[in-house]
Nanobody, 114 residues
């Protein structure tokens, strides 16, 4: 069982920045893939960024060059640095982990005002 706790969401103006954090209840060395998904109202949940334990990183085309995923192994935490935010980035952001099974955090709201 892996518990994930997100933090760092909030309200920001267009062009602003936020950093999301996801703290895992276990060593992230044991987790195959960790990442972030988001879901806007009326839309399906979509991948934002993910990083495998082998260092392979994937980003959604819509966030490339603006968002960056990183991790702090000592803190068992994964981060999502979001720069140049746009109104279309608004949604609930979920931390995701796979260690055989899929695990999700409770979500954190990000709202970008125009």
């Amino acid at each position: 069982q892996v518990q994930l706790v997100e933090s760092g969401g909030g309200l920001v103006q267009t062009g602003g920045s936020l950093r999301l954090s996801c703290a895992a209840s276990t060593s992230i060395f044991s987790i195959t893939t960790m990442g972030w998904y988001r879901q806007a109202i009326g839309k399906q949940r979509e991948l934002v960024a993910r990083r495998s334990t082998y260092g392979i990183v994937n980003y959604a085309d819509s966030v490339k060059g603006r968002f960056s995923i990183s991790r702090d192994i000592a803190k068992n935490t994964v981060y999502l640095q979001m720069n140049s935010l746009k109104p279309e980035d608004t949604g609930v952001y979920y931390c995701y982990a796979n260690r055989g099974d899929d695990y999700w955090g409770q979500g954190t709201q990000v709202t970008v005002s125009s």
